[in-house]
């Protein structure tokens, strides 16, 4: 049970962008099972660029759930009663990915030098259970949690979140990070995802942030093309 001390008149924050942001690492994660998998037998020239990337990636899901820890769930948690345990069980959820991702972390670092097929296999099946993992976490967050957020926390205590992200991510990866989480947004929430950006950064993306997501997917999904 929540509590009803939520004004009427509060602005509820854009909760649906966690959800785009979720939709990166669940498609980054299958991707690079299936990338990982893919690679023949001596190829170091591709375990290097998917260790690159799985060190990127990681470093990524690190920041986010250390952000909700940090930043979301002190600001969620005054306002709930029972509801606190779904909370709780989420800061006990990133602690167990932590666990996952140290042991992909062990497989890569013993992958990546030489490439052989019996390090692929154990790293490929090393990043489905993660991956498992991964999306069970998110989409239990996005159906018990997320409504508590959209409930408790105002605009600007939400914003707060989003600006964390932002600090946690170097100037030179924001145009991919913007394009990976447009990339499997509808129509729509890529439109009110772009409104929502100051207008220089919207120009950069036009002008260069496209080009830009795309030649860095071609260069890890090789032959795969992004949308």
Known sequence: MTSSNTSDSTVHPYTREMAMIHQVFRRESRLLAELVQEVRPADTARSRILAEHWRLYSIGLHAHHTGEDEVLWPVLLPHLDLDAEQVLAMEAQHRGLDEGIAEVQRHMDRWQPRALPED??????????????????????????????????????????????????????????????????????RQEFLARLPVPARMLWKVVGRRRYRRETDRIRGRRTTA
């Open 120 to 189: 692929r296999d154990e790293l490929a099946e090393a990043l489905r259970r993660h991956h498992r993992q991964l999306c069970a976490h998110l989409d239990e967050e996005e159906r018990e949690v997320m409504p508590l957020v959209a409930l408790h926390v105002g605009e600007e205590q939400w914003r707060a979140v989003g600006e964390r992200g932002l600090a946690e991510t170097p100037r030179n990866r924001l145009m991919i990070a913007l394009g990976a989480i447009l990339e499997d947004s509808s129509p729509e929430e």
